[in-house]
């Protein structure tokens, strides 16, 4: 039973993490860019601590997350160590399809440092 409906075993359920994301009762300005919203350090943490989680979470969390995580973390730092980026074209929308992606190709500028 899923907040009073009843969901037959077996039923897949997915959770649209896109729409939480953008819901103003867990994310204060959602539409707008604040890296800072993640920071542990906050003095005005996120009202429900559930509202992310793109990795799942408890016993059945994706054994990755932290591989997957550090790989980003390197493989940026790599990038913008070696490259400046410059994105100048039309602004994009993502789109959901169980996985969220552009709604157009994306063209990047990488210059060499």
């Known amino acids: 039973t899923l907040q009073g409906y009843r969901v037959?075993?077996?039923t897949w359920v997915f959770v649209n993490v896109q729409q939480s994301g953008k819901n103003e009762d867990y994310f204060p300005r959602a539409s707008e860019?604040?890296?800072e919203r993640w920071l542990r350090s906050q003095e005005d943490p996120q009202p429900?601590?559930?509202a992310s989680i793109p990795f799942s979470i408890g016993t059945r969390m994706c054994v990755g997350r932290r591989l997957a995580e550090q790989e980003i973390y390197v493989l940026l730092a790599r990038l913008f160590s070696k490259y400046n980026f410059e994105y100048k074209y039309d602004e994009w929308d993502p789109t959901f399809r169980v996985l969220q992606n552009p709604d157009k190709p994306q063209k990047f500028t990488?210059?060499?440092r």
């Open 8 to 10: 037959k075993a077996g």
């Open 33 to 35: 860019f604040l890296p």
């Open 48 to 50: 429900n601590q559930f």
């Open 110 to 112: 990488m210059t060499e």
